[in-house]
């Protein structure tokens, strides 16, 4: 328990975004697909996600740890199949942001919030896509549907101490839904493992180095003299601590980086190319919609929209 502890303690946890949703037609989207971590707390109506169809029930949340491909239908009775890019494109025909500061919780609409939140090992790794945990449901947690009801609230007011408020929310969430992990003994290995390989020095250096140099030249020889390692064992050592091989965590890190100034800035698709590390701007546009199944620029658009 004390490692788990010490992984809590290294976590830097940042809200991002929240909405209160009503559906307006039940649809599926059949490969969705976000870079940061997923908190869907359904008020009303029927949520069903994965290969198998498994149900989200009412008061209960729905995870999707960042980076995982899933199909997500939300409603209940004939749906509607799309990509991610149509639901994108057309999102007001198919749910509805309530603006009102009132939640939406006890109305008979079927209706869900959704947050996002980020998680990360050392300011540099992802913890949650690092356990390379399928989306899972926690069910009957009172206590975290009222910490997400109780960060988006807050997020919808205006009083003093609010960035603060939302921050422990943040932070309590991600404990609880580790506590969660912990108390049903879901994916106790990968946690074991994790709290062994965040101890070792050389790969933090990588990861911190990673973070820092996304720009640059991130190959095997390089990341060998970061860790102090031979160019030949770097990989196998990277993939045998994390269960991934370097240059695939590189790229998940630059295309998060790359979501994150779509998101943020106003830099051109070519500009945030170049920053995350890729020279020839059609290779990157190629990258991102083969990871995201939309182009960079409609991703924009997508971030656009949900801010309206």
């Not at 947050?115 to 300011?123: C, G, Q, R, T």
């Not at 997400?148 to 921050?167: C, H, Q, S």
């Not at 020095?201 to 996304?214: E, V």
């Not at 720009?215 to 060998?224: Q, R, T």
Request: net charge neutral; with cysteine.
């Amino acid at each position: 328990m004390e490692d788990y502890n010490k992984i809590i303690e290294s976590l830097s946890v940042r809200y991002l975004r929240s909405k209160n949703i009503k559906i307006l037609k039940t649809h599926t989207i059949e490969n969705f697909y976000d870079v940061e971590n997923l908190v869907v707390l359904l008020h009303k109506g029927e949520i069903t996600f994965g290969k198998e169809s498994e149900k989200v029930k009412e008061g209960d949340v729905l995870f999707i740890p960042a980076g995982k491909l899933v199909p997500i239908t939300y409603g209940s009775g004939t749906t509607i199949k799309l990509k991610n890019e149509d639901f994108i494109n057309n999102k007001e025909k198919y749910i509805n942001t309530n603006r009102n500061p009132q939640l939406i919780v006890g109305q008979d609409q079927e209706s869900y919030t959704y947050l996002s939140l980020e998680a990360k090992v050392f300011d540099s790794v992802n913890f949650f896509t690092s356990l390379d945990i399928p989306p899972f449901v926690v069910q009957g947690d009172e206590k975290l549907a009222q910490l997400i009801i109780d960060l988006i609230t807050e997020n919808m007011g205006n009083k003093v101490g609010k960035e603060r408020f939302i921050k422990l929310f943040a932070e309590m969430i991600v404990i609880e839904i580790i506590r969660f992990i912990l108390d049903k003994r879901l994916f106790v290995e990968q946690l074991a493992t994790n709290s062994n390989y965040f101890k070792d020095p050389r790969l933090i250096d990588i990861f911190t180095f990673i973070k820092n140099h996304l720009s640059g030249d991130l190959s095997n020889a390089v990341l060998a003299d970061v860790a102090n390692v031979s160019e030949d064992y770097v990989g196998q050592y990277f993939k045998m601590l994390t269960g991934i091989n370097p240059q695939d965590y590189i790229e998940y890190q630059r295309m998060e980086m790359a979501v994150h100034l779509l998101r943020t800035t106003k830099y051109s698709i070519r500009e945030i190319g170049k920053q995350v590390g890729y020279k020839d701007t059609a290779y990157f546009c190629r990258r991102f919609k083969m990871m995201f199944g939309i182009p960079a620029g409609k991703m924009r658009r997508r971030e656009s929209l949900m801010n309206i």
